[in-house]
């Protein structure tokens, strides 16, 4: 399934949402005040006015929490906030009937460092997915990470059925020293889902595709053969870049790959 990340204005997601025939991938529930609110309700009919054929309910993936949160931080009071919002957003995912959650690593570079800090993200998330279903996949998003051999690590080590990986292509390419593609050939075993943006390898641009310098030929040659049927959502910060994302798509002959 194609998702598109809500990201700009209803008016301008239904839009697209019906041109293209897509999922949603919500931003509501990322931000603690929106949290706090738990607008829930008034969310769902938001989704309902930007319903599917024959008012049927669209696809919902929901990203999670992660503004100043740190799940393997040693203040025991941080550690419990990070769990109480990503539970918090875990549940609104349940209410709202969504299929997956996204949430980040939160891993900093120079705050966090790799050694030890596997070993405390799998206790963290063995905690948390302790006693829980498969009914919503939980994906763990890279962001700042600089290698892909931890997050296979955790994903084993936390040993869940609905415990996976969220592969972002675009920050693998600006925040990683290696390859977009080595990322995804190394991790696909592990993917439950991508985040869809481009950029020119320096900075987080959140360009539409084919707008930066991503080889997006071999990474979806390499999906269509060894990961067929993925899910992915397009993360875009504007109507035009997802439309250019789109037309991108549409011209590399992909658009079904993901639906």
Known sequence: ML?????IPDEEMAVLLDAYHLGVESIEFSIGSCLDAWKV???RERLDAMGGPMGTRRP???????L???PVSWDSKIAQATLERFSQAYEAASALGAERIVYHTCFVPMVNFLEGWTQRMIRFWRAFMEGRGDGISVCLENVFDPEYAPLAEIVRGVDHPAFGLCLDIGHANCFSP?????????LYPYIRHFHL???HGKRDEHLGIGQGDLPWASIFRFIREEMPGADAA???????????S????GEMGVTGLFG
């Not at 919902?60 to 992660?66: A, D, N, R, V, Y």
């Not at 390859?179 to 050939?185: F, K, N, R, T």
């Not at 397009?234 to 250019?244: G, L």
Request: aromatic share 14%; hydrophobic share 40%.
């Open 197 to 199: 943006h481009d950029n």
């Open 60 to 66: 919902l993936s929901i990203h999670g929490p992660f």
């Open 234 to 244: 397009i993360e875009n910060p504007s109507a035009d870049a997802c439309r250019a």
């Open 178 to 186: 290696y390859p977009a593609e080595e990322w995804l050939w190394e």
């Open 246 to 249: 789109l037309a991108a798509l």
């Open 68 to 70: 100043d949160l740190n």
């Open 41 to 43: 309700g008034a969310y």
């Open 3 to 7: 998702y598109l990340s809500h990201l």
